[in-house]
């Protein structure tokens, strides 16, 4: 654990309580959730109807609870100054050898998550070898673990199928209902809001990885080498390994983003997954990580997630139903956030405040 | 000679040619037919060349004019362009709507290139002006082009996939009757020469490199770096209509999500390949065209021994990623040490640098 002292010295809050400048972090994560609420509310009130359903708040989580898991693994790695773009093809690998694994060769439901787990954590491991101790370019060699995981996707299988197996469709079919908040339906029937497992292992996941960033000395590392290497490694930091672990985790998160769409989906298919990296990308800048390194949090990323899905519901809402609308608000949203950040980010180095 | 080769060791192009030789060697050893290039008569009647060389050097013409912006932009900014091939598609159909709408003369081609090329670089520097006035992240500013290129291409094809056809545009997409080398590969000769000689015999080139090694010092010297970001990336626009406009005529329709897809991500991996640091700086323009053509050489030689199409991702990901770690310094570093310990009974020294 770190002390006091260290901690300050990462976050770079001085210690004084009062009248100091926010972190970088700080101020992101705010203006993010901010952001992400006023949205909300602009939709509940302009759209109504299936905004003012908590059912379809949910939905959100139900939706994406794969994409929440893979973002917080991008988020840790982007702390750290480096960037994990193979996360997508990781989740399409782990879909279709599971669902092989389940299907033609009958395996059960444990060994299908342990095999979900050790896909994740190998190439999580292979990839923060070669980036943190043969100092590859991280963009590279995870770039060539993507075309990897694409390809090898389809050398297990290359039809797509759906999972028969009864243990896992119990499982799957599995929902938590949460009691006290729910909707009346058109015959007056009061329904619960369910949700499905993986997001409360989505949820548990977030949690944990915000503790590990604040409070262990792993996390704390993290900031430290993503904001500046050299410092770090002057501070008696090892540089490597924290880096080496940033990719583990991002590998072994992808693993359980992985499983946790299949328990979406419940479906093996070599396109599972396009684009996923880059939608986690956008949430993590979304929500305030700087892919410069340093300056992020997982609880931001959460929401980032939330407003890029929030958004496409308002452009949908709105009528704009053309599917491609959905990606130039996306990309519209992006450029926001992006220009803002960087105008926050250059007013404050003016006015001498680190990050 | 051995001086030479010394030199060569040394030189940044060293890895690249090795690769190209290894690629080559195995394609010796595997079939010897592989590298046959026989005179065929194509349907249209003309003598042309062809064979596997032929189609690897004409294969990888985008992909090489492509290379040579992004090494570019790598050197200027730090970073790199994703959006090609989403700004490639929008430049495309652009060049498509154009020809759509009058009768296909050479005039109307050069008409729509000149149109294509506009937008492409007006496109490119948007990404180019968030680079160099807000100082984002060159991948960043270019993710927001590359979630909306594509959909803004369909929106300007309107959501179909038009084709245009017309024996002008086969000359440029295949082969000008009488000339037997396929037209792709005189365009990328001609364009690469035209920058050969820009970087030759202007500061351009090395403006560039000063403002990716340091660009405070570069200021300093009198070099505006924001120009010299927004110059590459309005380099970058005029490739990428070039490659845009090459894959129209080739395969003669446009479909905004199939035209140049993952192209980007290639044309990074030649720049890497070509031993340039993808942190900016110094660069070497042929080693990243050759880092082109060992990539489309990888591809043809999968393909030749029957991998099928979307496996062949996997076997080229592993060739790349072993490429690299030979190139790797730490790797080199410990290279050296052993070959001095095995034959000259050094000690060996392991050094920790960070």
């Known amino acids: 654990m770190a002390s006091k002292k260290d901690r300050n010295l990462f976050a770079g809050t001085p210690g004084k309580k009062q009248k100091e400048p926010i972190s970088s972090t700080t101020l992101l994560l705010t203006i993010t959730i901010f952001a992400f609420i006023a949205m909300y509310l602009a939709a509940m009130i302009i759209w109504g109807g299936g905004f003012t359903n908590p059912q379809q708040f949910f939905d959100i989580f139900n939706n994406n609870a794969y994409l929440i898991v893979i973002s917080c693994g991008l988020t840790v790695v982007m702390i750290a100054a480096g960037i994990d773009i193979s996360v997508g093809g990781m989740i399409a690998l782990v879909t279709m050898t599971c669902v092989v694994f389940l299907e033609a060769h009958g395996g059960s439901v444990f060994g299908s998550i342990f095999l979900a787990l050790a896909i994740g954590l190998g190439m999580g491991v292979i990839q923060g070898f070669l980036i943190s101790y043969l100092q590859i370019q991280p963009f590279i060699v995870t770039l060539g673990g993507m075309f990897f995981a694409k390809g090898m996707t389809t050398i297990v299988s290359n039809t797509p199928r759906t999972i028969t197996t009864e243990a896992f469709l119990a499982f799957k079919n599995f929902r938590i209902v949460i009691p006290g908040i729910g909707s009346y339906g058109k015959s007056g029937n009061y329904i619960p809001v369910r949700v499905e497992p993986g997001v409360l292992i989505a949820i548990v996941i977030v949690i944990a990885i915000w503790v590990v960033c604040r409070w262990t000395r792993f996390g704390r590392n993290l900031y430290a080498v993503g904001g500046n290497s050299q410092s770090a490694l002057m501070l008696g930091i090892n540089v490597k390994r924290t880096k080496f672990y940033s990719y583990v985790l ?11 769409y299949l328990l979406h989906t419940g479906a093996g298919n070599a396109s599972n997954a396009t684009a996923a990296e880059i939608q986690a990308i956008a949430s993590s800048i ?14 931001g990323t959460l929401f980032g997630v939330l407003s890029l899905k929030t958004i496409s519901n308002i452009v949908i809402a709105s009528g704009l139903r053309e599917p491609y609308w959905q990606s130039i608000t996306t990309g519209l949203m992006l450029c926001f956030f992006i220009l803002l950040q960087s105008v926050i980010l250059t007013l404050r180095k003016r006015k001498g405040v680190s990050s | ?112 290139f000149v149109t294509a090329c506009i937008v492409a670089v007006l496109f490119a520097l948007f990404t180019g002006m968030m680079v160099a ?77 000063s403002v990716g090694i340091n660009e405070r010092a570069a200021r300093l010297n009198g070099i505006n770096p924001m120009l010299m970001k927004l110059i590459s990336f309005m380099i970058l626009g005029v490739c990428v209509a070039i490659a845009g406009s090459i894959n129209v005529c080739r395969i003669g329709l ?39 053509y060992i990539i489309q050489a990888l591809t043809i030689t999968l393909y030749a021994m029957k991998v099928s199409s979307t496996a062949v991702k996997a076997y080229k990901a592993i060739v790349i990623i072993a490429i690299v770690v030979i190139g790797s310094p730490v790797v080199q570093k410990y290279a050296l040490q052993l070959r001095d310990k095995l034959f000259y009974n050094k000690p060996m020294k392991i050094t920790e640098n960070n």
Request: net charge neutral; hydrophobic share 55%; aromatic share 8%.
């Open chain 2, 133 to 209: 006035f807000f100082n984002i992240q060159p991948m960043i500013a270019s993710l927001i082009l590359f979630t909306a290129g594509r959909p803004i291409a369909y929106w300007i094809n309107g959501g179909a996939t038009p084709t245009v056809e017309s024996p002008l545009l086969g000359y440029i997409g295949s082969f000008i009757p009488g000339i037997p080398i396929p037209t792709p590969i005189l365009i990328v000769i001609v364009f690469g020469l035209l920058v050969t000689l820009a970087l030759r015999f202007t500061n351009l080139g090395l403006y560039i490199q």
């Open chain 1, 286 to 299: 979304i929500g305030g990580t700087l892919l410069t390194g340093g300056v992020g949090s997982v609880i």
């Open chain 2, 1 to 112: 000679m051995i001086k030479a080769l010394k030199k060569l060791s040394n030189s940044q192009l060293a890895i690249p040619l090795f690769a190209l030789f290894l690629v080559i060697v195995f394609n010796l050893v595997r079939d010897l037919s592989f590298f046959s290039i026989s005179i065929t008569t194509n349907n249209y009647g003309n003598t042309v060349l062809s064979g596997n060389i032929i189609s690897i050097l004409n294969g990888a013409s985008e992909l090489a004019v492509l290379a040579i912006a992004m090494t570019l932009v790598t050197s200027a900014t730090k970073g790199q362009d994703i959006s090609v091939g989403a700004v490639a598609a929008i430049a495309g159909s652009v060049f498509v709507s154009v020809l759509r709408g009058n009768d296909i003369t050479l005039s109307v081609i050069l008409l729509a």
């Open chain 1, 250 to 260: 991002s590998g072994l998160l992808a693993g359980i983003g992985g499983y946790i």
């Open chain 2, 254 to 292: 446009i479909n905004h999500e199939t035209i140049l897809i993952d192209i980007e991500m290639d044309a990074i991996l030649a720049v890497a390949i070509g031993g340039n640091a993808l942190s900016g700086g110094k660069f070497k323009l042929s080693g990243s065209v050759i880092g082109a």
